[in-house]
């Protein structure tokens, strides 16, 4: 399914399909399970932190039916509704890269529930350890917002700060003098 996806990023963005699967296709897969316990006042806790996967993609599974993800939009937080048998893809800073900004990746968090307890499994498709993520549609016109990075280099630099709303992908960033792109949205 990843892979059926990333072929359609890469027609979308005018990309090699082969570029963009050649990426992936040996990449690092990984799981994350969540146990979110009911929380008799969850307005004082939160499940997970607001953060974007620092994957590719990540496609979510809402185990056990619960609510509890919410997403960022235009500086709001939105709940996600859950669809039974459906799967939830999260565009992860990786391909916010690859598209120069034209992708973003999505911030969110988990919240918790008073009642129920809820189960969540991500799993993140990420590049090869050896390959190199870059600014591929960046051009003259469009020129690259993003350095060009080896995995291993973008991990290390992911598992060793914090995790915190999107500041892995700021680090990813080329220093400007000018002012940000006003149609960015971050
Ligand atoms: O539990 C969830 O709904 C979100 C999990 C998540 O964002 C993650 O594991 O990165
Ligand atoms: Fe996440």
Known sequence: MAMTLFGMIAGN?????????????????AIRMSYYPPCPSPELVVGLRPHSDASGLTILNQLNAVE????????????????????????GDI????????????????TVNSEKERMSIAVFYN?????????????QLNPPLFKNIIMEDYFKDFFTQSFNGKSHLERMKIPTTHPPNPSSTY
């Open 13 to 29: 963005l005018n990309i090699e399909v082969r570029k963009l699967k050649g990426l992936f296709e040996d990449g690092m897969e």
């Open 127 to 139: 590049p090869r350890f050896d390959g190199e993520i870059a600014p591929f549609t960046a051009s």
């Open 95 to 110: 391909i916010e890269i690859i598209s120069n900004g034209l992708y973003n990746s999505i911030e969110h968090r988990a």
């Open 68 to 91: 509890g993800l919410q997403v960022k939009k235009d500086g709001i937080w939105f709940p996600v509704s859950f669809i039974p048998d459906a799967f939830i893809v999260n565009l």
